[in-house]
């Protein structure tokens, strides 16, 4: 068995408050900004592969483009807006494409909003936790 470190102790800074570092008053140099950031990127080869019978992979392109708010200074919620392409294919009716955006905008409702927690932990500044909200953006590019 080897020697046993002393574990380091709480941070010193004026702005950590208790142990565990959790900002009580609001300072000047912790969560200075909110945060927005537009990401658009191919999920196929991200999530999932699809290959041919003869073992060669094939090629896709699932072009996904979302946007995140992290109101880290000024909320408490993190929202994710996902975008979606507003466009029915042949065969599907006006109706059928209502329903399947409100099928769409129920089931993120039910099963990812307020289902998720974001945590950021700062040394200095502490930790601030944020819940995940997801919004559906409708688009037609």
Known sequence: MGARNTPSPPSSDKCAADPIKKTTTECPKCWTDDFE???SVNSYGRYFKKYKTDGTEYSYNFPKKYKILAPVKTGNKITVEVRFKDEAQIGVSAADATAGKTKLENGVNTHWNSKFTLEA?????????????YKIVLVNY
């Open 121 to 133: 932990d700062d040394p200095e500044c502490g930790k601030k936790s944020f819940s995940v909200e």
């Open 37 to 39: 950031k537009n990401i």
